[in-house]
């Protein structure tokens, strides 16, 4: 079973207000919040702005409203 972020990385809180220019740095303030957390991102994470999945994490955040971070799983 996979644990969840909040739970892993930020002692039960699952939302946080934050401002990033980008994935990069959003990634970056999340790990100073739950050390290990950038790490474990890269390879484990999938991230959607404001619905929309995203892989490139130089693309800018200004205007963004909503950020997700999920576990991916496997499957077929």
């Known amino acids: 079973m996979i644990e969840p972020f909040p739970g892993r990385y930020f002692a039960g809180r699952g939302e946080f207000e934050l401002e990033a220019p980008n994935l990069f740095a959003l990634v970056r303030a999340l790990d100073a919040i739950g050390s290990g ?9 999938a991230i959607a702005v404001d619905g929309v999945m995203r892989a490139d994490w130089s693309a800018p955040l200004e205007g963004a409203q909503e950020v997700l971070i999920v576990p991916r799983i496997a499957g077929g």
């Open 37 to 45: 957390f950038a790490e474990m991102a890269g390879e484990d994470a």
